[in-house]
């Protein structure tokens, strides 16, 4: 399905143009060794990240739905990992964290063909971010890896006091766009907060599907790679 008709592309940045679970695991191995953890009998730096990564994304689907704050999410999602090693994580230096919190925005590993799709895109369309992560660690990450300039306008969640799939945030990043939702199409890899969040307020949207998961049925259309998109657009 091709989306000629469109003028307006909104994409989601962590999981989709930046990176997470790679930047996160050039992080987190690198504290790793930094905060000895293999003397706290976690003998594997890969077991670590694996159990991180999965503790993450159930953090962050329940602040995508309001049901924690952003101090509890960056406090659950090691707190939960630590415990599942045998850790009580109260012992654990809080440095370690402000760490994280330090060095992963400013990784710049994005998905393949990254640059070379905005590029294309922003030639011939107005192309927006709609974004769940943090203010200042989004600002940290489009810097570095120079991304800014592809965007037309950029809307945070933490910002705008909405979170995807909220309705709220795709209203405000349409008005904000001074475009239609017609017009609109919604780019990420959240099958709830970007896909089923556009699609509930009307709006097109593509599932992007790097690990090629099982597409559910109401998802009408999903790519694996970005550059794929230069062929729909």
Partial sequence: MRHTDKKDI???????????EKNASETLM??????????????????FIDTYN?????????????????????????AD??????IDPKWFPTAFEEDYLRLCPQKTNLFPNAHETLGY????????????????????KMTRCGLKKYFTSIVISEVVG??????????????????TITA?????????ADVRGAQNVGMDAIYFNPK?????????????????LRQLF
Avoid at 14 to 20: E, G, K, L, M, S
Wanted: charged share 25%; no cysteine; aromatic share 14%.
């Fill in 10 to 20: 909104f994409f989601d940045l962590d999981h989709t143009i930046w990176d997470f």
């Fill in 30 to 47: 690198e504290l790793f060794d930094t905060y000895r953890f293999h003397h706290l009998g976690i003998e594997s730096p890969t077991a």
């Fill in 54 to 78: 999965r503790n993450n994304q159930r953090s962050w689907a329940l602040y995508h739905h309001g049901k924690i704050t952003k101090a509890e999410l960056r406090v659950a999602r090691f």
């Fill in 81 to 86: 990992t630590f415990r599942e090693f045998g």
């Fill in 121 to 140: 895109l922003r030639e011939k369309y107005a192309v927006h971010l709609i974004s769940n992560g943090f203010g200042d660690a989004a600002e940290v």
């Fill in 162 to 179: 909405y979170h995807k799939p909220h309705p709220e945030i795709f209203h405000y990043a349409i008005d904000n766009a001074k475009t």
């Fill in 184 to 192: 609109s199409v919604m780019i990420g890899d959240s099958l709830d």
């Fill in 212 to 228: 090629d998961a099982d597409v559910p049925l109401d998802v009408k259309q999903s790519i694996n790679t970005l550059d794929e």
